[in-house]
């Protein structure tokens, strides 16, 4: 019997789930049949709920980054000034991925791998919360900050800045390096600094001073 | 007949570019059985060399990162202003990296691989790129910029900030993404915005406001 659209939503979720405890237990990437035998489940309904080890990734993948994404959503419904709001869109974030990253380091490395192998399956979130941050800049630059950057230029340098907060591998290297102080530090920084005209100083093409 | 200091440095380096270039050959991490039969050399010989694959990786990595080395010397030698200083620091590292990775991309990767996999032997080289670092955070400050801020606070947000121009990985995942004029604007918005201020907007403990 075809599981209904909701059913079949809950059904995946509840594999996924499953699927994340077998990584966490065996400490690997669960490969495709081994995920089937252990699901409970006949051949026939697992390749009805899941096309292929590329959809159940999917599926892994949503379950793990669903917090990500609800605290993403709840910043930008707020009406923080444009600082806080950009601060919290990062540290939300951050806070979830550190408490997962200490409560079991050796489950979170894994992820981060499978994550980095399978990147083509989390690149829409990746390009989600390149929408949100848009939205954030756009924000910002009607109360004047990021004067004169497009808002595609002023999103590739806000991402590159807060990358170590941003990319979760960050946390393996550098650990209690990273802190929501620091990152409140980077993000009035590149308030208070970034514009059109922030480059001219550092690269010398204000003046006739050649580097060597 | 045992080597002088010299010609023992000479003959480590040599071995190493030879290291180099199986590893380039072969497209992976050669380990020290391969490197003593590839060298043409004794088993005494080589053992007389190196100690053990650590002490080979630590020629090795010595060998490569040695143009890193030079322009870090040449730009701590200059009397640029600060800005530019610290500009060239990154990027004269940075262009050294990119012109690698785009030669050979998958040559590059193995590399960052290694690097990785020993990261307690490339370990000197981020120690000393730090210390450099810190001189010129105190020039920086010596001239008013990065005020309230302990030099290692500096230090460390000054890495997080500019890490994936530092970080050769960075190359394989952002490529063009990465660009010279992105790193001079992220220079100059850290000497424009980082401060100890910096960071109270953000966290929004200089109001009453909460962020939810």
Redesign the interface.
Known sequence: MPLNQTAREAERERIARHVLDLVKERGSEIPWTVAMAESGLTRARFEALFADYDDMFDAVAQTWLAPQLQVME?VLA?T??P??K???FFRRRFVISQERFRADPQFFSILCEMGAAN?ERVRSYVDLADHYLCELIAEAQADGYFAGLEIDEAL??IN??V??YTMPD?LI??GD??S???????????????SG????????VNTL?V??
Chains 1, 2 share one sequence.
Do not use: C, N, W
Not at 180 to 194: H, N, P, S, W, Y
């Open positions: 709840e707020t923080l000034p600082p806080r950009m601060y919290e990147f590739s340098m590159q800045m990358t170590v960050a290297y550098l390096k990273l929501e102080k620091k990152l409140a530090r980077i993000v009035d920084t590149m308030f208070i600094g970034l005209e922030a480059g001219a100083d550092a690269s010398g001073k580097a060597s």
